[in-house]
């Protein structure tokens, strides 16, 4: 059974950071893609990154060099590193996994929410 559950997230002020971590079981990270978004209500689902299952991180452009993702193959776990956070940043962090790049949304966590204050 596939599970993935999120966490790290919380209130931080302009200008932190945050670590989140997407622990998952049920399969290993090393072989599927795994990706994290973000949503925010009224608002469409926002790519942040994917990691395929050879380690290659992509990022969506706005994320470039603020947002890090990262595995650790023995916990299992998917990361995300948020620095020089800001508060348009406020959401609802997702990861979410699939076996194939183009199929990396089959299984999704719970969420943790981010609230970025000024």
């Known amino acids: 059974q596939v599970q993935l559950v999120e966490s790290g997230g919380g209130s931080v002020q302009s200008g932190g950071s945050v670590r989140l971590s997407c622990a998952a079981s049920?399969?290993?990270?090393?072989?599927?893609?795994m990706a994290w978004f973000r949503q925010t209500p009224g608002k469409e689902r926002e790519g942040v990154a994917a990691?395929?299952?050879?380690?290659?991180?992509s990022y969506a452009e706005s994320k470039k060099g603020r947002f890090t993702a990262s595995q650790d193959h023995a916990k299992n776990t998917l990361f995300l590193e948020m620095n020089s956070l800001k508060p348009e940043d406020t959401a609802m962090y997702y990861c979410s996994a699939g076996p194939s790049w183009d199929n990396c949304d089959v299984y999704r966590g719970q969420g943790t929410q981010v609230t970025v204050s000024s």
């Open positions: 049920g399969f290993k990270i090393s072989d599927w893609c």
């Open positions: 990691v395929d299952d050879d380690g290659s991180i």
